[in-house]
């Protein structure tokens, strides 16, 4: 994801940093950027000038002292409150008191990780639908303590970067993933009960409703980790069984596979993410 945000970033003509732990895996954000951009020019999606530019406004660093030159803040790290809380605390004591930090979190409480900074005001949420460059969309959700100045600084930007800002209050799971998450369970549901194959429930919502994608494929896209880590969120807040995970669900998580990360969910993909053939059932 926050690769995705800052080669969409970039390339509306902002200067754009990605931090990263490591040096190593600063390199890799740069090369998948790189990856992302070569597969739009081979489509005739951008022009040659077009990547060259992208990637002249990005750069990629460990060194989180960085911060202290930032405009904007946009966290993507691991979906952990802990981690989330950790990285906002140094945002906070690296950047300048009048910088907006947003986070892209799709289940966490906005306002707890707030509440970790010394300023409450101009921290809010920022959910990004995957895949960034390709869905105008973002969740501009507003903590308990997020100023009406700090909201229409980033629907602002977004509107500068030709995306559509959608307001919300802050709930589990939001709009997009509250929602998202219940089909693609049922979905789980429906292939593990034997109704129909992967292959074909996907189908039926890409025709028959016009999804862009199949819940299951979109949750090998998502990473099943993910998918199971949000939807045992949704069930501790809630309380609802309508938000329990289906077994099937975490059977392949134990197993390994993940989805397009690992090369194997529903379906198997290479290493550019793209799939290789077709997983008519699972038999796990």
Known sequence: MGQGIAELIASKGFETTVIEQSDELAKSAYQHIEMSLDKKLAKW??????????????????????????????????????????????????????????????????????????RTDKVIGLHFVHPVPKIPLVEVVRGLKTSQTTVETVLKLLSDLD??????????????????????????????????????????????????????????????????????RLYREFGDTKYRPAPLLKKMVRAGHLGVK???????????????????EQSL
């Not at 109704?195 to 494929?217: N, W």
């Not at 690992?262 to 793209?274: H, I, L, P, S």
């Open 163 to 232: 995306i559509k800002g959608i307001e919300v209050y802050e709930s589990p799971g939001f709009v997009t993933t509250r929602l998202i998450i219940l089909l693609i369970n049922e979905a789980l549901y429906t292939l593990m009960e034997g109704v129909a194959t992967a292959e074909d429930i996907d189908r039926a919502m890409k025709i028959g409703y016009q999804f862009q994608a199949g819940p299951l494929e979109m949750a090998d896209h998502f990473g099943l980790d993910s998918v199971l880590a949000a939807m045992e």
């Open 45 to 118: 999606g951008i022009t040659p000038a077009e990547k060259k530019l992208t990637l002249s406004r990005i750069k990629v660093t460990s060194d989180f002292s960085a911060l202290k030159d930032a405009d904007l803040v946009i966290e993507s790290v691991y979906e952990d409150l802990n981690t989330k809380i950790e990285v906002f605390k140094r945002c906070d004591e690296l950047c300048r008191p009048d910088v907006i930090i947003a986070s892209n979190t799709s289940t966490l409480s906005l306002t707890e990780i707030a509440a970790s900074t010394n």
């Open 262 to 280: 690992t090369g194997e969910g529903f379906y198997r993909y290479n290493e550019d993410g793209e799939r290789v053939d077709r997983k008519e």
